[in-house]
């Protein structure tokens, strides 16, 4: 009897970015609120790993994760450079990262959620871009029919900004390693994924030659 042996797919590699993209996309979710560490994908084997305990005692206020076949690049840190007038950004060489809102509670990472684009914030780690698409869970019972990110309440974009402000942050040092930029409206968040997927379909392309 012949044995078919199926492999997990890589979450950065092997995950299609869904039929209405990039207006729904596939997010691949690492942390839920309810992690007390940080876990992320390993690039090279796909597993979640352990990054590190959070040094403070804020938790991530939603779903985090990142998107499947993209990649921060010149691309995507072309449009941080115009918003700041500057041309010496870069990409901080991650796939982009997402944070999914939902009522529902999500007990673990490693999953794959549909989640509809709806803005996204711009920070700088260091001098590289890192922004943050903000999305929806599709059909979520209380953010499923948001569309832009002026329906989300306020207080849960400032807790948002608040987090990922700080999350990198030491204790007892006083500089800060992240840099809220501004917040942008669906329509950018949509400009910013597409540009990202362009990223990871130009690195690799590179990467083959």
């Known amino acids: 009897m012949n044995h078919i042996i199926k492999h ?20 691949f979710i690492e942390i839920v609120p ?4 940080k876990y992320e994908v390993d690039k090279e084997s796909g597993y ?3 990054d590190r305990p959070q040094k403070f005692s804020n938790i991530v206020p939603s779903l985090y994760g990142f998107l499947p076949k993209s990649y921060c690049g010149p691309k995507m ?6 918003a700041l007038c500057r041309t010496d950004v870069e ?6 990262d ?16 549909n989640a509809r684009v709806i803005g996204g914030l711009r920070l700088l780690d260091h001098n590289q871009a890192d922004d943050k698409i903000i999305a929806v869970l599709r059909s979520d019972a209380v953010y499923g029919m948001m569309t ?12 948002l900004i608040h987090y990922f402000s700080t999350y990198k942050d030491i204790p007892g040092e006083n500089t800060s390693r992240m840099h809220f930029v501004s917040i942008y409206g669906a329509e950018v968040a949509r400009d910013v994924v597409v540009r990202s997927s362009q990223d990871y379909q130009d690195l690799f392309a590179e990467s083959d030659q």
């Open 8 to 27: 997990k797919a890589h979450p950065w590699h092997g995950i299609s970015q869904g039929e209405n993209f990039p207006e729904v996309v596939r997010a």
């Open 34 to 37: 309810t992690d007390t560490v």
């Open 48 to 50: 979640l790993s352990l």
């Open 77 to 82: 840190a072309e449009l941080t450079n115009k």
């Open 91 to 96: 990409g901080d060489g991650d796939p982009l």
């Open 98 to 113: 997402i944070c999914v809102l939902t009522e529902k509670d999500v007990t673990h990472g490693d999953v794959i959620v």
């Open 148 to 159: 832009d990110i002026d329906q989300v309440p306020v207080d849960i974009i400032r807790r």
